[in-house]
């Protein structure tokens, strides 16, 4: 998984994902879940305005955890 070998690294990572059981088992430390699998970062049944809201809340919902210290996995669950 891309998001470990990063943080590994000292770059921290936010995983955008909707199985956050799985991106947890495989190392994920930063999750975020998402919409859908096939619509991770948004919602074509919304308006457009409406999914671009959600779009926005999303990644700042990542850029957020990116900011955040974590010692153990954490699920950033804020929009």
Known sequence: MITRELEREDIPTAHICTMINVSKGMGGNRL???RSV???TGD???LPE???T???KI???A???IKTEIIEPVIF???
């Open 59 to 61: 990644v700042a919902n």
């Open 32 to 34: 975020v879940p998402s």
């Open 77 to 79: 669950e804020k929009y």
């Open 38 to 40: 096939l619509y991770p």
């Open 50 to 52: 409406e999914e671009a």
């Open 63 to 65: 850029l957020e955890a």
């Open 54 to 56: 959600l779009r926005r």
């Open 44 to 46: 074509p049944e919304l």
